[in-house]
């Protein structure tokens, strides 16, 4: 008999409460600025200004992650002492190849100064 895959709104229910508690705050966070709307769907919570892809957040195992339209490689991202894996190879996240995996308080802190970093560059102001 085969498995079922579980909807990513199936997954976040059955993530710890810390970890629900992550994706709350991200989620807001990227909601806060103006013309950012997001998508569920069956693997991911994707957010977008316009029509430009900036943001998907995903269930890996028992485990947040949170993809960014940015290069990891430029400075001001790199000062931020994030640690991203480049995920650009694979088709559903060439858009989005920053991928940080999201485990504590202070690594939501440090990502919500990332998103910061790129709204600013794309010239999107908070609400």
Do not use: T, W
């Not at 199936?10 to 629900?20: M, V």
């Not at 709307?37 to 943001?55: N, P, Q, T, V, W």
Request: glycine share 4%.
């Amino acid at each position: 008999m085969e498995k079922q895959r579980l909807s990513f709104e199936e997954r976040i229910k059955e993530l710890d409460e810390a970890s629900i508690e992550y994706y709350n705050r991200l989620q807001a966070h990227l909601l806060s600025y103006r013309g950012v709307k997001s998508r569920l769907s069956l693997r991911c919570d994707s957010y977008r200004a316009g029509k430009e892809l900036i943001s998907k957040i995903s269930i890996g195992g028992n485990s947040l992650k949170i993809f960014l339209a940015i290069d990891p490689e430029k400075e001001e991202f790199a000062q931020k002492k994030v640690k991203f894996r480049s995920v650009a190879e694979s088709e559903a996240y060439k858009e989005v190849p920053a991928m940080i995996p999201v485990k504590s308080q202070l690594c939501v802190r440090k990502v919500c100064e990332v998103i910061d970093v790129m709204m600013s560059q794309r010239g999107l102001v908070k609400n």
